[in-house]
């Protein structure tokens, strides 16, 4: 079972690219979420997701974009990076009482 | 809404003695509750987790919670700490408001000195 998959683990880029960390899950769950984790602040929702084109924002959605085209994929799209987006992303597939994460994509902005 | 809130930024504890780490909810909803792991760069393993079943909850790694509805708290606990177990920890809320989304905690860091 790979549960939920994430990609890429690692990434550096420049200020002003752009770029789209992938989620995907293989247990058909309904909802599924990214979240940002910065030092003291805990993981903030960023934006998530009830069903295949179905989306909405979360606590801190402010340069992110994403879409839920199928049950499995939710990807989360940079727009024009900033170094404020320097942290550590997770994509979560949850249902009623269990939730899965990915191992987290690690995002440097210079 | 569902919020979570840990009491502790940092507990301190030596290894041997004993561990606790607070957290208190607020949920319009019969929740889902969970205890999360994370060592350094690492990603999140579940500790634990409550799910309106029995309200003493055992996890992995002699953790164990107790769910206590009428002070709306579930603490983290074990009995002696083990160096390995400095780490951060979250608490997490789940509930049914018309979605399943899970809310954090802002994380406690568990220091364990020899």
């Known amino acids: 079972n790979a549960g939920v998959t994430q990609t890429p683990k690692f990434q550096v880029l420049k200020t002003g690219q752009s770029m789209t960390l992938q989620c995907a899950q293989d247990?058909?769950?309904?909802?599924m979420s990214w979240y940002r984790q910065d030092p003291g602040m805990g993981l903030r929702l960023i934006h998530y997701?009830?069903?295949?084109?179905?989306?909405d924002q979360g606590e801190v959605p402010n340069g992110y974009n994403v879409s839920r085209s199928t049950t499995e994929d939710f990807p989360l799209r940079l727009l024009s990076a900033a170094p404020s987006q320097t942290s550590v992303y997770f994509c979560?597939?949850?249902?009623?009482?269990?939730?899965?994460f990915g191992e987290g994509s690690w995002l440097t902005v210079v | 809404a569902q919020s979570v809130t840990q009491l502790d930024s940092h507990v301190s504890v030596s290894e041997g003695t004993p561990v606790l780490l607070r957290c208190n909810y607020s949920?319009?909803?019969?929740?889902?509750l969970f205890w999360y792991v994370q060592h350094p760069n690492k990603g999140l393993q579940l500790l634990l987790k409550?799910?309106?079943?029995?309200?003493l909850v055992k996890g992995i790694n002699g953790f164990e919670a107790e769910f206590k509805k009428s002070e709306t708290s579930f603490h983290l606990t074990k009995p002696s700490a083990h160096m390995s177990d400095a780490a951060e920890y979250f608490c997490?809320?789940?509930?049914?408001?018309?979605?399943?989304?899970?809310?954090f905690g802002r994380g406690t860091s568990l220091i364990v000195h020899p």
């Open positions: 979560a597939a949850s249902s009623g009482n269990t939730i899965y």
């Open positions: 247990m058909n769950h309904e909802y």
């Open positions: 997701s009830v069903g295949a084109g179905i989306t």
């Open positions: 949920s319009s909803y019969s929740p889902s």
């Open positions: 409550y799910t309106s079943a029995a309200t």
């Open positions: 997490v809320v789940s509930e049914k408001r018309g979605s399943y989304i899970p809310t």
